[in-house]
Protein backbone atom coordinates (compact mmCIF):
# COMPACT_ATOMS: atom_id res chain seq x y z
CA UNK A 1 0.00 0.00 0.00
CA UNK A 2 2.79 2.42 1.04
CA UNK A 3 5.10 1.72 -2.18
CA UNK A 4 1.46 2.12 -4.56
CA UNK A 5 1.21 5.77 -2.76
CA UNK A 6 4.68 6.38 -3.23
CA UNK A 7 4.46 5.74 -7.03
CA UNK A 8 0.86 7.72 -6.90
CA UNK A 9 2.78 11.00 -5.63
CA UNK A 10 6.00 10.56 -7.95
CA UNK A 11 3.21 10.28 -10.66
CA UNK A 12 1.35 13.54 -9.75
CA UNK A 13 4.98 15.33 -8.67
CA UNK A 14 6.43 14.64 -12.28
CA UNK A 15 3.03 15.86 -14.60
CA UNK A 16 3.07 18.60 -11.82
CA UNK A 17 6.73 19.32 -13.00
CA UNK A 18 5.74 19.01 -16.72
CA UNK A 19 3.12 21.22 -16.88
CA UNK A 20 4.76 24.34 -15.27
CA UNK A 21 7.47 23.50 -17.72
CA UNK A 22 4.85 24.39 -20.55
CA UNK A 23 3.00 27.24 -18.86
CA UNK A 24 6.74 28.78 -18.52
CA UNK A 25 8.29 30.01 -15.57
CA UNK A 26 7.84 33.18 -13.29
CA UNK A 27 10.40 35.30 -11.16
CA UNK A 28 10.03 37.68 -8.75
CA UNK A 29 12.79 39.53 -6.64
CA UNK A 30 14.42 42.23 -6.23
CA UNK A 31 16.56 43.76 -9.37
CA UNK A 32 20.07 44.27 -8.01
CA UNK A 33 23.53 45.25 -9.70
CA UNK A 34 26.43 47.46 -8.52
CA UNK A 35 27.78 50.00 -10.44
CA UNK A 36 30.16 48.04 -13.08
CA UNK A 37 27.55 44.92 -13.28
CA UNK A 38 25.11 47.27 -14.81
CA UNK A 39 27.95 48.87 -17.02
CA UNK A 40 28.37 45.32 -17.97
CA UNK A 41 24.81 44.36 -18.59
CA UNK A 42 24.63 41.43 -15.10
CA UNK A 43 21.74 41.53 -13.06
CA UNK A 44 20.53 39.80 -10.21
CA UNK A 45 17.22 38.49 -9.65
CA UNK A 46 16.58 37.42 -6.06
CA UNK A 47 19.53 35.79 -4.96
CA UNK A 48 19.56 32.76 -7.34
CA UNK A 49 19.16 33.98 -10.68
CA UNK A 50 21.46 36.26 -12.66
CA UNK A 51 20.36 37.70 -15.89
CA UNK A 52 22.97 38.78 -19.13
CA UNK A 53 22.19 41.32 -21.47
CA UNK A 54 24.01 42.83 -23.92
CA UNK A 55 24.70 46.23 -23.21
CA UNK A 56 23.61 49.33 -24.86
CA UNK A 57 19.96 47.11 -26.06
CA UNK A 58 16.55 48.59 -24.69
CA UNK A 59 16.63 45.35 -22.23
CA UNK A 60 19.97 46.81 -21.00
CA UNK A 61 18.49 50.31 -20.53
CA UNK A 62 15.67 48.88 -18.86
CA UNK A 63 17.11 46.87 -16.83
CA UNK A 64 19.24 49.59 -15.41
CA UNK A 65 16.49 52.33 -14.96
CA UNK A 66 14.60 49.33 -12.84
CA UNK A 67 17.57 48.67 -10.93
CA UNK A 68 16.51 48.07 -6.70
CA UNK A 69 13.13 47.21 -7.87
CA UNK A 70 10.76 44.51 -7.31
CA UNK A 71 10.21 43.23 -10.58
CA UNK A 72 8.28 40.10 -12.05
CA UNK A 73 10.13 37.68 -14.86
CA UNK A 74 7.80 35.19 -16.67
CA UNK A 75 9.65 32.71 -19.02
CA UNK A 76 7.55 30.85 -21.33
CA UNK A 77 7.47 28.88 -24.81
CA UNK A 78 7.22 30.89 -27.92
CA UNK A 79 3.64 30.41 -29.42
CA UNK A 80 3.79 28.36 -32.58
CA UNK A 81 2.05 28.51 -35.75
Known sequence: MRRWLLYLLAVIFIATLGVR???GIELR??????????????FAVAQDTVLMVRPGSEL??????????????????????
Open 21 to 23: AHN
Open 29 to 42: GSLTANDTEKQEGY
Open 60 to 81: HEWLKAHAGQTVRIVVEPAATR
